[in-house]
């Protein structure tokens, strides 16, 4: 045979295979692509994720997850433990930020203990199934079969026992302040846990309550180190029921309802009724149902099965917070505690977001896609202002005092004009105008060093204000948010003042390093200075990471390092550069760094959210064939849909909602504009279903991992050169066709008019 004939044959069969026969078509139901273990292999040293398998509704006020940690453990749930200590409630938004209101449940036979360690069972994945709606895991020591369901508030539970009657069902409330009674006449217990890691009024309680189908056997509560027999109420810092039940037969079932409330223990009752008349199993499937209708507003078709599973899984990680933080009461309206005044009141809350994270893609993809949760969303931050006087900026569930940035300016501004008209829009521009000019009561509330940056235009170096650069690079590009709201707005006398405070972040630029960099109050450089240092003048990255946090004015950063081509090659250079780093700051290597280190991406630290968008920026400067091919290059090496999925915290929906729009061919560089740059569209058709009822249709002809650079785009059948659409134009429903290949084409997207938004465009 023909050796040239047949090697040929052979490329060409794999071809097939790898580019053809491994694509997926439409899905029916894209709740069965998610994997809620993804980034669940994670270490304090080192984060694929820091997450867990969160079961839950989408913005569900309760998450329930397996628990293989210790009590107080922000690492609840690792991949690669063997014993699991129960199931827990959950509000837990990192593992940084660690849990309230906590309480776990154990299933045990023979087994009579509290102790976490000693009620600890094997289990194995291979016997676990773990999905938004429905999780369940064979617990190997008691041969038992425990599973549960969610709704909003509540939890639905159902234990397998073998033969036996000796069958335990342990309620753990934690420790720091906890109460339990049992009421055997009505198959009840009830109690709360006060457990927290900061962020609530002195009156939090999360109170509980949880009823069973079966008669106890036997009951027992313990109390701190004591485990006492036929006591029913126990009020301690660290208490917990055990109650027994005896199985006639082997695969006996016993059946719990579990729900809480932050108000009192009359509404816990009352968020039970959300499984009234509900079997175990259709209330799976309304579970199921509700995350395929949210799931499935967006289409997908034409991907090999891991980047499928891949965007589902980061999909679902996008709907989970921010978290519901208000009830419905016994008349059907909407209450809510607050964590900022320890008052009950009317209205929406909601809670377990950074703004620092989730403004960058989160937020806007809200605003896209689900605009509906964010005008409620919206509503609560206008109840956070006036409960507590401030707008969070790291809510958990009340002001948590971490992180940088006044942010909360560019998620209010990004809704107002993307539409989601809030009625409370008079109050939010007043509570944004207050945190843009005042230093709260805790440094991550309003702006750190607001007085330096009113005179100065900056935060200095050198005044005892940590990570001054950073937080004067985010405060410009927050003015500029709040002069595009006040531009929507029709603020005249505020419109110039915040647009010259857009330009502040040309106050920190270097010349002779092309960098940002940390200035003194008396306008000297501070010295020494390394580009390669984390912290210090930055947060959680350094002056490479950092120098691109000029979302408003990518034209005018552009100019100040002399011109498309110069930042082009300053684009270049984060890629070429090895990755090497000062972490003298730390004392140590944190995990952001070492995840940085080891992705071989030279400087590039996707891993955390600063840069995030720089790649896209390529488009700012007329190569947008540079961010096509690292687009595509971050999706490959930075994503899976693994237990180790994600190259560093997830972090409430941010490091997913990059990978969903990225992979849907745009990105929101700019929030609180009408643009979103474009990418490199990894499916071969995309369906977004908009709230609106319109329709975006995004085809991808001679789409695959090769061709992934954009030869011509068409707008509703019409040629289209542009780096950027217009989100008012795609809510009137569009259609856009790409057609892609193995080689840039240099010819598109070059010229002026094809180029982002930037400020300084607007004042030429």
Known sequence: MNLKFLTTALLIGTTVLSGFAQKVGKVEKPIDLVSTLVGTQ????????????????PWGMNFWSPQTGKMGDGWMY???????????QTHQPSPWMNDYGQFSIMAMVDNKT??????????????????????????????????????????????????????????????????????????????????????????????????????????????DSVLTDGRYMVKADHVGAIVGFQNANAGEQVLMKAASSFISPEQAVQNLKELDGVTFDEQVKKGEDIWNKELGKIEIEGGNIDQMRTFYSSLYRSLLFPRMFYEINAQGEVVHYSPYNGKVLPGYMFTDTGFWDTFRALFPFLNLMYPEINEKMQEGLANAYREGGW????????????????????????????????????????????????????????????????????????????????????????????????????????????????????????????????????????????????????????????????????????KLLGGHKAMEIKLDSVFTLPPIFDDSYYGFPIHEIREMQIANMGQYAHGNQPIQHMIYLYNHVGAPWKAQYWIRETMNRMYSPNPDGYCGDEDNGQTSAWYVFSAIGFYPVTPATD????????????????SNGKTVNIESKNNSDQNRYIQNMKWNGKNYTKNYINHSELLKGANLQFDMGAEPNKKRGINKADLPYSISKDDQ
């Open 42 to 57: 994670s270490t304090y040293f080192l984060s694929s994720g820091n997450t867990y398998p969160a079961i839950a509704l």
């Open 78 to 88: 690792t991949y690669t433990a063997e014993k699991l200590r129960g199931i827990k």
């Open 114 to 223: 509290f102790d976490q360690d000693k009620r600890a069972s094997y289990f194995s994945h291979k016997a676990e199934v773990a999905r938004p709606h429905y999780y369940s895991v064979y617990l190997a020591d008691y041969d038992t079969k425990v599973e549960l369901t969610p709704t909003e508030r509540a939890s639905y539970f159902r234990f397998t026992f073998p033969k036996t009657d000796s069958a335990f069902v342990l309620i753990d409330a934690f420790d720091k302040g906890s109460y339990v009674e049992v009421i055997p006449k009505e198959n009840k217990i009830v109690g709360y846990s006060t457990k927290n890691s900061g962020g609530v009024p002195e009156n939090f309680k999360n109170y509980f309550v949880m009823t069973f189908d079966k008669p106890f056997a036997n009951v027992s509560t313990f109390a």
């Open 391 to 558: 707008l969070p900026e790291w809510a958990s569930p009340g002001y948590r005092n971490i992180m940088v940035g006044n942010n909360s300016a560019s998620v209010v501004a990004d809704a107002y004009i993307k539409g989601v008209r809030s009625k409370d829009i008079e109050t939010l521009y007043e509570a944004v105008l207050k945190g843009a000019n005042n230093a709260g009561p805790i440094t991550a509330v309003g702006r750190a060093g607001a007085e330096y940056y009113n005179e100065l235009g900056y935060v200095p170096y050198d005044v005892k204000i940590n990570e001054n650069a950073a937080r004067s690079l985010e405060y410009s590009y927050d003015d500029f948010a709040i002069y595009q709201l006040a531009k929507s707005l029709n603020k005249e006398s505020d419109k110039d003042f915040y647009k010259k405070r857009a330009y502040n972040y040309q106050k920190l630029f270097d010349p002779s390093t092309g960098l940002m960099r940390g200035k003194n109050k008396d306008g000297s450089w501070s010295t020494p200075f390394n580009p390669f240092k984390w912290g210090d003048a930055f947060t959680e990255g350094n002056s490479w990471h950092y120098s691109w946090s000029v979302f408003q004015d990518v034209e005018g950063f552009s």
């Open 675 to 690: 643009e979103y740059v474009l990418g490199s569209p990894v499916f071969d058709k995309v369906t977004l279903h908009l």
